[in-house]
């Protein structure tokens, strides 16, 4: 059984274009697995890489993908997950906040992208990528309504990551 996801069944669920799929891959934010099977889609993506994909989506409606290069590095050299799916992200205007939970319940608040202290004019604007499970249940939905994803397939190959957790 497969448990992995085709490019095309990853690009109805992310919402997302080949373009995107290929930047992230070339630029290591989200790279697929190569199939080298016979019978087989060439590229395999993962369940966390659909979730990881339309995270970025949500976060790139306010912020450049340079935006987005700048907090992964700064996870990576940090010795932080570099997985944007699972934080909380805030954007105001240039600058990404991370507000990191703490275990005392007093959320730790990180800068993570942003201009050097450069002050910002215009328009507020502030965005938080949604908690891991709306993110769940909006691929879910998409699967369910999608015309490409075979839903039933869909719903072993998710039920069969959740069993490995």
Known sequence: MMERFTRQETLVLTRSSPGR???L???GI???QKSHLPNQANLLYTWDQVLEIRA???LRQKASFQTIRKIVNF???YGFDK???DKHLVVLHDEVDWVMPDSAEIPRIL???GKNSQKTEGQFLLMAIPPLADLIKDVWETARTSKVIDF???KKRVNAHSDQE
């Open 75 to 77: 996870l990576e050299s």
């Open 21 to 23: 799929l290929s930047y």
């Open 25 to 27: 891959a070339r630029t």
């Open 56 to 58: 970025i989506n949500l």
């Open 152 to 154: 039933e397939s869909f």
């Open 83 to 85: 997985k944007l799916r």
């Open 30 to 32: 989200v790279v697929p």
């Open 111 to 113: 800068r993570v992208a």
